[in-house]
Protein backbone atom coordinates (compact mmCIF):
# COMPACT_ATOMS: atom_id res chain seq x y z
CA UNK A 1 0.00 0.00 0.00
CA UNK A 2 1.72 2.95 -1.54
CA UNK A 3 1.94 5.74 1.88
CA UNK A 4 0.68 9.46 0.61
CA UNK A 5 1.60 12.51 2.47
CA UNK A 6 -0.94 15.53 3.69
CA UNK A 7 1.78 18.17 2.44
CA UNK A 8 4.60 18.09 -0.34
CA UNK A 9 7.76 15.91 1.05
CA UNK A 10 10.68 14.77 -0.76
CA UNK A 11 9.59 11.01 -1.45
CA UNK A 12 12.63 10.10 0.73
CA UNK A 13 10.89 10.69 3.84
CA UNK A 14 7.94 8.24 2.68
CA UNK A 15 9.97 5.41 1.22
CA UNK A 16 12.07 5.36 4.51
CA UNK A 17 10.52 2.15 6.45
CA UNK A 18 12.27 -0.61 8.88
CA UNK A 19 11.89 -3.87 7.43
CA UNK A 20 13.41 -7.00 9.12
CA UNK A 21 13.93 -9.49 5.87
CA UNK A 22 17.73 -9.42 5.41
CA UNK A 23 19.95 -11.74 3.30
CA UNK A 24 22.38 -12.50 5.18
CA UNK A 25 25.04 -11.24 2.89
CA UNK A 26 27.74 -8.83 3.76
CA UNK A 27 28.24 -5.45 3.24
CA UNK A 28 31.56 -3.40 2.36
CA UNK A 29 33.34 -0.79 4.74
CA UNK A 30 32.11 1.91 2.24
CA UNK A 31 28.42 0.30 2.47
CA UNK A 32 28.70 0.73 6.27
CA UNK A 33 30.58 3.54 7.11
CA UNK A 34 28.49 5.97 4.08
CA UNK A 35 26.00 5.39 6.70
CA UNK A 36 28.01 6.32 9.88
CA UNK A 37 29.30 9.37 7.84
CA UNK A 38 25.89 10.36 7.37
CA UNK A 39 24.99 10.52 11.00
CA UNK A 40 27.92 12.17 11.95
CA UNK A 41 26.39 15.57 9.95
CA UNK A 42 23.52 15.65 11.90
CA UNK A 43 22.93 18.20 14.39
CA UNK A 44 23.17 18.73 17.86
CA UNK A 45 23.25 21.01 20.65
CA UNK A 46 26.48 23.16 21.16
CA UNK A 47 27.77 21.37 18.22
CA UNK A 48 27.94 18.46 21.31
CA UNK A 49 27.92 15.36 18.64
CA UNK A 50 26.95 13.24 21.39
CA UNK A 51 25.89 10.11 19.63
CA UNK A 52 28.80 7.10 19.39
CA UNK A 53 28.14 3.57 17.55
CA UNK A 54 29.76 0.78 18.51
CA UNK A 55 29.49 -2.57 16.22
CA UNK A 56 29.78 -6.10 15.54
CA UNK A 57 30.06 -8.04 12.11
CA UNK A 58 28.31 -11.43 10.91
CA UNK A 59 30.71 -13.86 11.64
CA UNK A 60 32.71 -12.30 14.35
CA UNK A 61 32.13 -13.09 18.24
CA UNK A 62 31.57 -10.14 18.91
CA UNK A 63 28.00 -10.52 16.58
CA UNK A 64 27.08 -13.56 18.68
CA UNK A 65 27.41 -11.50 22.03
CA UNK A 66 25.36 -8.71 20.48
CA UNK A 67 22.74 -11.12 19.27
CA UNK A 68 22.77 -12.89 22.49
CA UNK A 69 21.77 -9.63 24.40
CA UNK A 70 18.64 -9.15 22.01
CA UNK A 71 15.17 -9.86 22.97
CA UNK A 72 14.01 -13.28 21.71
CA UNK A 73 11.53 -11.59 19.41
CA UNK A 74 14.39 -9.88 17.60
CA UNK A 75 16.47 -12.24 17.59
CA UNK A 76 14.15 -14.39 15.49
CA UNK A 77 14.93 -11.84 12.61
CA UNK A 78 18.51 -10.59 13.45
CA UNK A 79 20.11 -13.59 12.77
CA UNK A 80 20.10 -12.32 9.19
CA UNK A 81 21.72 -8.78 10.01
CA UNK A 82 25.21 -8.09 8.41
CA UNK A 83 25.73 -5.55 11.37
CA UNK A 84 24.38 -5.01 14.85
CA UNK A 85 24.96 -1.54 16.23
CA UNK A 86 25.09 -0.55 19.55
CA UNK A 87 23.55 3.25 19.60
CA UNK A 88 24.96 5.18 22.85
CA UNK A 89 25.03 8.70 23.51
CA UNK A 90 27.14 10.95 25.93
CA UNK A 91 24.79 12.43 29.01
CA UNK A 92 27.81 15.12 29.84
CA UNK A 93 28.60 18.04 27.49
CA UNK A 94 32.78 17.53 26.34
CA UNK A 95 33.36 20.96 26.70
CA UNK A 96 32.61 21.37 30.68
CA UNK A 97 30.93 18.18 31.81
CA UNK A 98 27.89 19.91 32.32
CA UNK A 99 24.65 18.01 31.88
CA UNK A 100 23.50 17.39 28.25
CA UNK A 101 19.72 17.68 28.41
CA UNK A 102 19.18 17.03 24.65
CA UNK A 103 21.62 14.18 24.20
CA UNK A 104 18.84 11.54 23.76
CA UNK A 105 17.34 14.16 21.20
CA UNK A 106 20.64 14.47 19.29
CA UNK A 107 21.30 11.32 18.89
CA UNK A 108 18.22 10.46 17.78
CA UNK A 109 19.01 12.94 15.02
CA UNK A 110 22.15 10.94 14.16
CA UNK A 111 20.12 7.34 14.19
CA UNK A 112 17.68 9.15 11.94
CA UNK A 113 20.62 9.93 9.35
CA UNK A 114 21.77 6.34 9.23
CA UNK A 115 18.18 5.07 8.74
CA UNK A 116 17.87 7.63 5.50
CA UNK A 117 21.13 7.18 4.48
CA UNK A 118 20.10 2.83 4.41
CA UNK A 119 16.74 3.54 2.64
CA UNK A 120 18.72 5.80 0.25
CA UNK A 121 21.37 3.22 -0.21
CA UNK A 122 18.66 0.29 -0.28
CA UNK A 123 19.70 -1.03 2.87
CA UNK A 124 18.11 -2.54 5.39
CA UNK A 125 18.05 -0.25 8.52
CA UNK A 126 15.92 -1.28 11.32
CA UNK A 127 16.25 0.10 15.20
CA UNK A 128 15.37 -1.32 18.10
CA UNK A 129 14.66 -1.17 21.47
CA UNK A 130 14.51 -5.25 22.74
CA UNK A 131 17.69 -6.01 24.38
CA UNK A 132 19.40 -5.68 27.78
CA UNK A 133 20.53 -2.48 28.07
CA UNK A 134 22.86 -3.34 31.51
CA UNK A 135 24.67 -6.27 29.97
CA UNK A 136 25.18 -4.35 26.48
CA UNK A 137 26.95 -1.40 28.49
CA UNK A 138 28.92 -3.43 30.07
CA UNK A 139 30.10 -5.53 27.13
CA UNK A 140 30.74 -2.92 25.36
CA UNK A 141 32.94 -1.31 28.42
CA UNK A 142 30.61 1.99 27.92
CA UNK A 143 32.41 4.64 30.01
CA UNK A 144 29.61 6.08 32.74
CA UNK A 145 29.29 9.40 30.94
CA UNK A 146 27.63 7.60 28.06
CA UNK A 147 24.13 5.78 28.13
CA UNK A 148 22.71 3.48 25.54
CA UNK A 149 20.06 4.82 23.28
CA UNK A 150 18.84 1.81 21.49
CA UNK A 151 19.86 -1.28 18.94
CA UNK A 152 19.78 -1.38 14.96
CA UNK A 153 20.21 -4.29 12.31
CA UNK A 154 21.82 -3.50 9.22
CA UNK A 155 21.26 -5.72 6.35
CA UNK A 156 20.86 -6.32 2.74
CA UNK A 157 17.01 -6.98 1.91
CA UNK A 158 16.25 -10.77 1.76
CA UNK A 159 13.04 -12.61 1.12
CA UNK A 160 10.12 -11.88 3.45
CA UNK A 161 10.38 -16.35 3.86
CA UNK A 162 13.43 -16.15 5.92
CA UNK A 163 11.05 -14.26 8.49
CA UNK A 164 9.00 -16.27 11.11
CA UNK A 165 5.25 -16.13 10.15
CA UNK A 166 3.89 -13.82 13.15
CA UNK A 167 7.07 -11.67 11.86
CA UNK A 168 6.09 -11.84 8.30
CA UNK A 169 2.42 -10.64 8.91
CA UNK A 170 3.56 -7.42 10.10
CA UNK A 171 6.78 -6.68 7.12
CA UNK A 172 5.28 -4.12 5.53
CA UNK A 173 5.43 -0.49 5.55
CA UNK A 174 2.80 1.55 7.94
CA UNK A 175 0.87 4.51 7.85
CA UNK A 176 1.05 7.36 10.50
CA UNK A 177 -1.07 9.36 12.51
CA UNK A 178 -2.27 12.90 10.82
CA UNK A 179 -0.80 15.84 11.78
CA UNK A 180 -4.11 17.13 13.45
CA UNK A 181 -2.73 14.30 16.33
CA UNK A 182 0.86 15.37 16.35
CA UNK A 183 0.93 19.48 15.86
CA UNK A 184 -0.27 21.78 18.18
CA UNK A 185 -0.42 25.91 18.39
CA UNK A 186 0.08 27.68 21.14
CA UNK A 187 -0.72 25.10 23.53
CA UNK A 188 -1.14 21.33 23.83
CA UNK A 189 -4.18 20.08 22.48
CA UNK A 190 -5.17 23.46 20.53
CA UNK A 191 -5.70 21.90 16.95
CA UNK A 192 -5.13 23.47 14.06
CA UNK A 193 -5.47 21.03 10.95
Known amino acids: MPRHAQFPIDPLFLNRWSPRAMSGETISDTELFTLFEAARWAPSSYNGQPWR ?36 SRKLFEYNGSPSITHSFDTGSAWENLALQGSFKGLVVHGMQGFDYEKMAQLVQLPPEFVPEAMCAIGKPGPMSVLPPDVQKNEHQSDRKPLAELVFEGKFGNKVL
Open 53 to 88: FIFARRDTSSFKSFFSLLDEGNQAWCKNAAVLVLIA
